[in-house]
Protein backbone atom coordinates (compact mmCIF):
# COMPACT_ATOMS: atom_id res chain seq x y z
CA UNK A 1 0.00 0.00 0.00
CA UNK A 2 0.86 3.63 -0.72
CA UNK A 3 1.45 6.29 2.09
CA UNK A 4 -1.83 7.96 0.24
CA UNK A 5 -3.40 4.41 0.67
CA UNK A 6 -2.75 4.07 4.30
CA UNK A 7 -3.50 7.63 5.06
CA UNK A 8 -7.14 7.15 3.38
CA UNK A 9 -8.10 3.59 5.38
CA UNK A 10 -6.37 5.66 8.62
CA UNK A 11 -9.01 8.26 7.67
CA UNK A 12 -12.10 5.59 6.99
CA UNK A 13 -11.49 4.35 10.59
CA UNK A 14 -11.58 7.94 11.72
CA UNK A 15 -15.17 8.48 10.32
CA UNK A 16 -15.86 4.72 11.29
CA UNK A 17 -15.06 5.76 15.21
CA UNK A 18 -16.59 9.47 14.72
CA UNK A 19 -19.90 8.24 12.97
CA UNK A 20 -20.31 4.88 15.40
CA UNK A 21 -23.81 5.01 16.74
CA UNK A 22 -24.80 8.05 15.84
CA UNK A 23 -28.01 8.37 13.75
CA UNK A 24 -28.34 12.01 12.85
CA UNK A 25 -27.50 12.39 8.49
CA UNK A 26 -26.37 15.65 8.98
CA UNK A 27 -24.10 15.28 12.02
CA UNK A 28 -22.44 12.50 10.27
CA UNK A 29 -22.40 14.13 7.19
CA UNK A 30 -20.84 17.49 8.58
CA UNK A 31 -18.14 15.10 10.54
CA UNK A 32 -16.93 13.18 7.44
CA UNK A 33 -16.48 16.12 5.45
CA UNK A 34 -14.62 18.03 8.16
CA UNK A 35 -12.41 15.04 8.51
CA UNK A 36 -11.56 14.91 4.95
CA UNK A 37 -11.15 18.75 4.55
CA UNK A 38 -8.65 18.32 7.05
CA UNK A 39 -7.02 15.32 6.34
CA UNK A 40 -5.91 16.19 3.12
CA UNK A 41 -6.17 19.65 2.38
CA UNK A 42 -8.81 19.78 -0.45
CA UNK A 43 -10.44 23.45 -1.74
CA UNK A 44 -14.07 22.24 -1.19
CA UNK A 45 -15.26 19.19 0.28
CA UNK A 46 -18.52 17.96 0.94
CA UNK A 47 -22.27 16.79 -0.44
CA UNK A 48 -25.17 17.15 -2.07
CA UNK A 49 -28.17 15.02 -1.31
CA UNK A 50 -30.87 13.58 -3.91
CA UNK A 51 -34.42 15.38 -3.46
CA UNK A 52 -36.44 15.97 -5.97
CA UNK A 53 -34.67 14.83 -9.44
CA UNK A 54 -31.36 17.10 -8.16
CA UNK A 55 -28.73 17.49 -5.84
CA UNK A 56 -29.12 19.64 -2.90
CA UNK A 57 -26.23 21.06 -1.09
CA UNK A 58 -25.35 19.74 1.92
CA UNK A 59 -22.61 19.63 4.74
CA UNK A 60 -19.19 21.04 3.48
CA UNK A 61 -15.88 22.54 4.29
CA UNK A 62 -14.88 25.26 1.94
CA UNK A 63 -15.77 28.52 0.30
CA UNK A 64 -19.84 28.76 -0.55
CA UNK A 65 -21.24 26.42 -3.42
CA UNK A 66 -23.78 25.65 -5.63
CA UNK A 67 -26.66 25.24 -4.13
CA UNK A 68 -28.78 22.95 -6.31
CA UNK A 69 -27.37 20.97 -9.46
CA UNK A 70 -29.64 19.14 -11.92
CA UNK A 71 -29.44 15.47 -12.69
CA UNK A 72 -26.94 14.55 -15.42
CA UNK A 73 -25.27 18.22 -15.34
CA UNK A 74 -21.99 18.87 -14.49
CA UNK A 75 -19.67 16.42 -12.59
CA UNK A 76 -22.05 15.95 -9.79
CA UNK A 77 -24.89 15.29 -11.73
CA UNK A 78 -22.83 12.85 -13.93
CA UNK A 79 -21.35 10.84 -11.31
CA UNK A 80 -25.07 10.43 -10.15
CA UNK A 81 -26.73 9.67 -14.02
CA UNK A 82 -23.32 7.29 -14.65
CA UNK A 83 -23.81 5.96 -11.09
CA UNK A 84 -19.65 5.93 -10.66
CA UNK A 85 -17.15 7.62 -9.60
CA UNK A 86 -16.27 10.24 -11.94
CA UNK A 87 -12.36 11.80 -11.87
CA UNK A 88 -11.71 15.36 -13.81
CA UNK A 89 -8.03 16.16 -13.97
CA UNK A 90 -8.55 19.70 -15.41
CA UNK A 91 -12.27 21.02 -14.58
CA UNK A 92 -11.95 23.50 -17.81
CA UNK A 93 -12.15 20.28 -20.10
CA UNK A 94 -15.57 18.68 -18.55
CA UNK A 95 -18.40 19.48 -21.36
CA UNK A 96 -20.75 21.34 -19.25
CA UNK A 97 -18.74 21.41 -15.93
CA UNK A 98 -20.65 24.37 -13.30
CA UNK A 99 -18.24 26.39 -12.17
CA UNK A 100 -19.22 27.31 -8.56
CA UNK A 101 -15.77 29.23 -8.11
CA UNK A 102 -13.12 30.04 -10.28
CA UNK A 103 -10.50 28.79 -7.92
CA UNK A 104 -11.36 24.78 -8.74
CA UNK A 105 -9.26 22.81 -11.28
CA UNK A 106 -10.03 19.28 -10.51
CA UNK A 107 -12.57 17.62 -8.83
CA UNK A 108 -13.49 14.13 -7.77
CA UNK A 109 -17.79 13.10 -7.26
CA UNK A 110 -18.05 10.06 -5.86
CA UNK A 111 -21.96 8.21 -5.76
CA UNK A 112 -22.95 7.41 -2.38
CA UNK A 113 -25.99 4.38 -2.58
CA UNK A 114 -27.82 2.48 -0.39
CA UNK A 115 -30.04 -0.13 -2.29
CA UNK A 116 -29.13 0.34 -5.24
CA UNK A 117 -30.21 4.10 -5.13
CA UNK A 118 -27.90 7.21 -5.28
CA UNK A 119 -28.84 8.95 -2.51
CA UNK A 120 -26.24 11.88 -3.02
CA UNK A 121 -22.41 12.31 -3.91
CA UNK A 122 -19.53 13.24 -1.95
CA UNK A 123 -17.80 15.98 -3.91
CA UNK A 124 -14.04 17.28 -3.29
CA UNK A 125 -12.18 19.97 -5.45
CA UNK A 126 -8.83 20.83 -5.81
CA UNK A 127 -6.93 23.97 -6.86
CA UNK A 128 -4.60 22.41 -8.64
CA UNK A 129 -4.80 20.47 -11.64
CA UNK A 130 -4.34 16.30 -11.68
CA UNK A 131 -5.02 15.60 -7.85
CA UNK A 132 -7.35 13.28 -7.96
CA UNK A 133 -6.36 9.36 -8.99
CA UNK A 134 -7.51 5.67 -8.61
CA UNK A 135 -5.98 5.62 -5.03
CA UNK A 136 -8.44 8.97 -3.76
CA UNK A 137 -11.58 7.16 -5.88
CA UNK A 138 -10.37 3.66 -3.69
CA UNK A 139 -10.15 5.33 -0.54
CA UNK A 140 -13.23 7.90 -0.94
CA UNK A 141 -15.14 5.23 -1.75
CA UNK A 142 -14.67 3.23 1.15
CA UNK A 143 -15.70 6.25 2.73
CA UNK A 144 -19.15 6.54 0.98
CA UNK A 145 -19.33 3.10 2.03
CA UNK A 146 -19.41 3.38 5.18
CA UNK A 147 -21.67 5.90 5.26
CA UNK A 148 -24.42 4.56 3.27
CA UNK A 149 -25.18 2.69 6.61
CA UNK A 150 -25.40 5.91 8.64
CA UNK A 151 -27.02 8.61 7.14
Known amino acids: MSAKSDQYELLRK ?3 SLTEGET ?3 ANLANTAAAIHEAFGFWWTGFYLVQERQLVLGPFQGPVACTRIPFGKGV ?4 WERRETVIVPDVEEFPGHIACSSASRSEIVVPLFRDGEVLGVLDIDSRELATFDEEDAAGLEAIA ?3 TDRI
Do not use: P
Not at 76 to 79: D, I, Q, R
Open 14 to 16: QIA
Open 24 to 26: DRT
Open 76 to 79: CGTA
Open 145 to 147: ALL
